[in-house]
Nanobody, 126 residues
Framework: QVQLVESGGGSVQAGGSLRLSCAAS????????MGWFRQAPGKQREGVAA???????GYADSVKGRFTVSRDNAKNTLDLQMNGLKPEDTAMYYC????????????????????WGQGTQVTVSS
């Protein structure tokens, strides 16, 4: 069974840190582009960060320098280290994987990923 399961969300004050993790199972994900997306109430889903099978990374401008995405192909996990959190980072965060999306080509940000997790809530208070 193909599955992506996020964990690590929670509530923090502005300036704090959280680390999100995504456990992938049911398939060998090493050849996939994997990413984090978020959606706040009343807003469209947006790409946060992604890492492809070669280790190339991409970030939304709003999180550059604060967030770091990483993957461990041996463990089939994807992480997102979030530092310097701001109230505007408050959202449901989703892990996603796709064989066709590209970091180098920038298509990851379109969010056309074939596999999605259920999400984990991140709330940042001011």
């Amino acid at each position: 069974q193909v599955q992506l399961v996020e964990s690590g969300g929670g509530s923090v004050q502005a300036g704090g840190s959280l680390r999100l993790s995504c456990a992938a199972s049911g398939y060998t994900w090493s050849g996939y582009c994997m990413g984090w997306f978020r959606q706040a109430p009343g807003k469209q889903r947006e790409g946060v960060a992604a890492v492809d099978s070669d280790g190339n990374t991409g970030y939304a401008d709003s999180v550059k320098g604060r967030f770091t995405v990483s993957r461990d192909n041996a463990k089939n996990t994807l992480d997102l280290q979030m530092n310097g959190l701001k109230p505007e980072d408050t959202a449901m965060y989703y892990c996603a994987a796709d064989i066709w999306s590209s970091v180098v080509g920038g298509t990851w940000a379109l969010g056309r990923f074939g596999h999605w997790g259920q999400g984990t809530q991140v709330t940042v208070s001011s």
